[in-house]
């Protein structure tokens, strides 16, 4: 369990300081990305959304994100998945929504140049 809260961490840390206000194709894809590595630990039961804030409370001393806030919340907001077939449905969807909202913004920003 500490091994996987490591994982967690380590992964969070090399992903979360690429995510900036600058919105391009490359960002979403860490959103997304930061996304899947949020519902996997929700998924895996391997850590609390207050231990996870904290991370992020770190990673960006003191000051993160909302988006990034409200990623982790909304990930604990969902239920916990018993069949690992359920649970790759949910990180999968969960992936794919913050990565399609971030190109939506990228598509939008696009048009109006």
């Known amino acids: 369990m500490k ?3 490591l994982v967690f961490a380590v992964g969070l840390v090399s992903i979360a300081p690429a995510i900036h206000a600058q919105v ?4 979403c894809s ?4 930061l996304a899947k ?7 895996a039961g391997v850590i609390t959304l207050e231990e996870q804030l904290k991370i ?3 990673v960006y001393e ?7 806030k ?4 909304e990930a604990w907001d969902r239920p916990l998945m018993r069949t690992d077939e359920h649970k790759q449905r949910y990180i999968t969807e969960f992936e794919n929504k913050w990565f399609g909202s971030c190109m939506k913004v990228v598509v939008a920003r696009e048009g109006a140049e």
């Open 56 to 58: 992020l409370n770190k």
């Open 62 to 68: 003191g000051s993160p994100p909302t988006a990034l």
């Open 3 to 5: 091994y996987l809260k």
């Open 37 to 43: 590595m949020l519902m996997e630990a929700r998924q």
């Open 70 to 73: 409200q990623m982790a919340i």
């Open 24 to 27: 391009t194709e490359e960002t």
């Open 30 to 33: 860490e959103y997304g990305a």
